[in-house]
């Protein structure tokens, strides 16, 4: 099986999440799944456990809120599904560790060589208002390059809305 690269942006609650459970689920290979969010707060740790609720036990668990290249690196394998969510709170705990560029650079160079089916989800930040504060238009601005940087890679590249999917680059475009 040749590798298979999928990013699924979309705006909160737009079903990337659920869509990209399912992409891979219909793979028919074995399923991890990346976990990037951490429980700073009641909300966040809500969400996780409704994530974890909704995916079943039949998922491989890897918690890497910071090193993504080296998970995808350490995990990857033809006979397995690997989805990443998401790629924003991992954009986000970078930027506070001061690693970003390094951590960004690390995950655009190893994509090309993974092996195996690869779903990656990723909050479209860019949609709104122009955020007041230099820190959010920063992260929306980083969001951005790396949504443009990884479509170039991917596969296919889809968009969330409504819990409907509009592909914005079919199957085998790269």
Same mark, same amino acid.
């Given at each position: 099986? =040749?590798?298979?690269?999928? !990013? ?14 399912? =992409? ?7 399923? $991890? ?21 909704? =995916? ?9 809120? $910071? ?8 995990? #990857? ?17 970078? !930027? ?6 390094? #951590? ?32 959010? =238009? ?10 443009? #940087? !990884?479509?170039?890679?991917?596969? #296919? ?6 819990? !409907? ?10």
């Amino acid at each position: 099986m =040749r590798p298979v690269h999928e !990013l699924i942006l979309g705006g909160a609650r737009s079903g990337k999440s659920k869509m990209a459970e399912e =992409r891979a689920l219909d793979s028919g290979l074995d399923l $991890v799944y990346v976990a990037t969010g951490t429980a700073g707060d009641s909300e966040m740790a809500e969400r996780i456990r409704h994530h974890r609720q909704r =995916r079943g036990s039949q998922w491989s668990v890897v918690e890497e809120p $910071v090193s993504l290249a080296d998970a995808l690196r350490q995990h #990857q394998d033809k006979t397995r599904c690997i989805l990443v969510d998401c790629l924003t709170l991992w954009l986000n705990n970078c !930027l506070q560790k001061n690693c970003w560029e390094r #951590q960004k650079a690390s995950l655009l160079d190893i994509l090309p060589k993974l092996e195996g089916h690869i779903i990656m989800v990723s909050n479209e930040t860019g949609l709104g208002v122009v955020p007041m504060g230099e820190l959010s =238009r920063h992260f929306v601005d980083e969001a951005g390059f790396l949504h443009q #940087q !990884l479509a170039a890679q991917c596969h #296919q590249v889809s968009l969330m809305v409504a819990g !409907l999917p509009l592909v914005l680059k079919p199957m085998g475009k790269v």
